[in-house]
């Protein structure tokens, strides 16, 4: 695979047991953890971290497709949790992942068949899938073990 693409919202982190666009901003990071303005922990899945930083020393490029309501929202996360700067390409609005993964190739050059997608949600599997990128459902967020057994 040449391109590694993330879902976010119970892919990457649990915003409070809903999606990024339910939470309620400003965010504060408090440890390892963010807190919104009504005191809702949003966590990053315990081995995020590691893989992104494993993935991308192993030469990987990685990039976001995420569907929501408040792009900006979802900025401000990926940089409270400090992993930004690990994405080459972030696709985030509303709308089918056809147009995310569309978007991607087309500034990535990367083909579909190079590409390998995580998300929690099959609907989002099912679309990706038509397209020839090979979509890996998540239900439980990323880990290692999910790492290992598709790249």
């Not at 966590?43 to 993935?55: A, C, N, Q, Y």
């Not at 709308?95 to 995310?100: A, D, F, L, V």
Request: proline share 4%; aromatic share 12%.
């Amino acid at each position: 695979m040449k391109l590694i693409v993330f879902d976010l919202d119970f892919t990457l982190w649990d915003a409070a047991g809903t999606w990024c666009d339910h939470t309620f901003p400003p965010y504060n990071k408090v440890n390892s953890h963010v807190v919104d303005s009504v005191g809702n922990n949003i966590v990053l899945f315990p081995e995020v971290k590691d893989i992104l930083k494993g993935l991308k020393d192993k030469g990987y490029k990685l990039a976001i497709a995420s569907r929501t309501h408040e792009p900006s929202w979802a900025q401000a996360l990926l940089t409270l949790f400090e992993i930004d700067e690990f994405f080459i390409c972030r696709e985030i609005y509303p709308g089918s992942k056809i147009t995310h993964f569309k978007e991607l190739s087309g500034k990535t050059g990367i083909a579909y068949k190079d590409m390998i997608f995580f998300d929690d949600e099959m609907r989002n599997i099912a679309d990706v899938s038509e397209l020839g990128v090979k979509a890996v459902l998540v239900p439980e967020g990323i880990n290692s073990m999910i790492i290992r057994k598709f790249i």
